[in-house]
């Protein structure tokens, strides 16, 4: 693949799966090449597209997210045989290397020379003069494009002569000899019949626009990205609204603006909603940024796959033999639904999942079989897979029938004991590692390190407002409130009491440093100042200086001022704390 310029992927073996392209070169007349480098573009025609689209939707199966898309994925798939089965095509569109053959003079014959190669050139491919002619082609396949076969956003100009190329040269990484002209975004107005909110692995919250279903460059759109709350805003697009759709280049649909005449009565303005849709937990905004996030975390079902990922991982909790896959698939069939369920599992319950995912396995290589016309010469296997409607692929009886695999018997569980054993050691832990294993936004290991050192215990961890952790070293106002949401979600606290209760301790909890109480005295002592005594972000600057309460009660007015304080507001505090009694008995 093209890569960064540089370095790129190998897909030798993927791409000899792609029907189009020629695994040997056909005769044109002349000497083979002893080094042939040909350039081009795998891509899907639409219509095979869409058929592969209905085929999964009868299947259940996921659907490709659009041609482009399908196809770079299907191409850079780990297993061959599944690049095979996708509808997949091939463009040449210039060479690289040639060893042992004389090219032609212009990059026009060059394409006619790989045609009788062998290799599939654009149809389209045209040859044009001036800027008269380069105009008239690009409008003529913008006029056409709707009914190609096959996705374009634009066209692109090379000068034919090779010489002339060569004198031209290259700016950068892009030859000055090509030029791009994209076409216009196509755009379309329809309904915004409802706005909803999706949650991401990690508890990103983002809006999605869903639309009455419009025709946008030859692709029914239904959906469509509203990035942020802040670009709603700056639309003040309304449910009811008819808004103008395109296709950001010609691929992410996306709201232009509201055409605001055509606005029905009564409509109001979009507000982020309070809970999560999934789990109910609270949506929260993140400090001087646009994101918002589900604060449900361990106990939300659309994080939970990552939650458990980065429960069990090597810095976390570091469970030995639990991977990704692993953990995915104890989600996906049911038997974990929290981090706390990991140390309810038995051998009995790993050799379920395992042989769940074999079945699942298998299923797709009967599928593979089936779709295979080669299958038929399997023996006679092919044909009595042909002969299988589909949903027999995931009964345990067929597979057992058609597969040389006992998914019901004796399965190997020395490395589901293994496993096992690895959760149960891992209950014995310190807090720092199980502070991070929790997955709570902006708590990285350094943190979670101080964080303990302060507190000293999950308990107090737990109880600690989020005006008072900000007052320990490494903890700034942002983390502190992720934290304390976190620990205030009744999800979350349900999970955690679930891991204390399956047994999981700290060899390194202990009693808070004696700093500590000066530390919480002086947040204490600022949290319960009117705001107005001090102005501003005062009170953060005059903790960030002092870190205790005797320090701050040592210096003076001129050492505040100092710290950031005004002049009016340093004589406020000194008011306030005119009797050091009263401020020692807050």
Known sequence: TRGDGTTGEDVTANLRQV???????????????AVLEVRGEVYMPRAAFA???ARALERNDKLLANPRNGAAGSLRQLDPAVTRRRPLAFFAYSVGEVRGLELPETHSQTLELLRRFGFPVAPEVGIATGFDGLIAYFRR???VRDALPYDIDGVVYKLDDYDQQQAMGFVSRAPRWALAHKFPAQEQSTLLR???????????VTPVARLEPVQVAGVT???ATLHNADQIARLDAREGDTVIVRRAGDVIPEIVRVIEERRPAGTVPWTMPAA???CGSELVKEEDAVAWRCSGGLACPAQRKEAVRHFASRRAMDIEGLGDRQADALVEFGFVHSPADLYALSVEDLVRMKTALDAASAADLLQAVAESKGALALDGQGRALLEREPPDWKRADFLRAHLDVDLGGKLATKWAENLVAAIDASRATTLPRFLFALGIPHLGETTAKSLAYWLGSLAFVRATPAVLLQALPDIGGEVARSIATFFEQPGNAAVVDALVGAGIGFSDEGRPPAELRERLDLAHLLAT???DKLGGKSAQRLAATYGTLDALLRANESGWTGAGLSAAGAANLAAYLADEARARAL
């Open 19 to 33: 029907r189009s392209v020629p695994l040997r070169l056909r005769d044109a007349g002349m000497p083979f090449p």
């Open 529 to 531: 100042l009117p705001v």
């Open 221 to 223: 759109v239904t959906n």
């Open 141 to 143: 396949i913008g006029a």
């Open 51 to 53: 058929e592969w689209n």
């Open 194 to 204: 409802a706005i909803e909110v999706q949650i991401g692995r990690t508890g990103a």
């Open 276 to 278: 999560c849709p999934v």
